[in-house]
């Protein structure tokens, strides 16, 4: 420490260490400055090319809209659960198939229809015309299947109509 001090006096050893730091701080204070200045022309920039709005307005608005967005969809899911049950109770599945009843008699005037919903249940029709009378049956149908014996005809316009694509 003396040797230094012979050399210069030691205020002056005090003065360049001061002179040091205030140069490293006057050179950082430039750097930020150029930083800050770059920073403020990239905000410039991005507000210009979006039309001058300002950023934080731009996403509260999409923000509400993303909401709304949210509450119609819930709304439209809420509807479209209600249309789901009720085509699926709904009958949407007709098949109809003539036949003839008896061999050398007539044609084909006698049929099955059947009436069916996306669970299989529902109605199927039966008329036997001949000559002389014509008689219409009706039997219950769930999930495909009746307590009343089916004939041929009614098996399969009833197979026929629970093919098909459910929901």
């Known amino acids: 420490m003396f040797i230094l001090q012979g050399i210069m006096p030691l205020i002056w050893w005090s003065i360049c260490a001061l002179a040091i730091v205030m140069l490293?701080?006057?050179?950082?204070?430039?750097?930020l400055y150029r930083r800050m200045k770059r920073f403020e022309s990239s905000y410039v920039t991005l507000q210009t090319f979006m039309s001058g709005q300002q950023l934080d307005i731009l996403?509260?608005?999409y923000i509400h809209r993303v909401d709304e967005q949210a509450q119609r969809f819930e709304h439209c899911d809420k509807r479209l659960t209600l249309v789901e049950k009720k085509m699926r109770v709904g009958v949407d599945r007709a098949e109809l198939l003539r036949f003839r009843a008896f061999e050398n008699i007539g044609s084909d005037l006698s049929f099955a229809f059947a009436l069916l919903n996306q669970e299989g249940n529902g109605v199927v029709l039966s008329s036997i015309h001949n000559?002389?009378?014509?008689?219409?049956?009706?039997?219950?149908?769930?999930?495909?299947?009746?307590t009343y014996a089916l004939t041929d005809e009614e098996k399969q316009v009833i197979d026929k109509a629970m093919q098909g694509e459910k929901i």
């Open 24 to 31: 490293t701080f006057i050179l950082v204070t430039i750097s």
């Open 59 to 61: 996403f509260q608005d």
């Open 131 to 146: 000559r002389e009378e014509s008689r219409v049956y009706a039997k219950p149908i769930e999930n495909g299947q009746s």
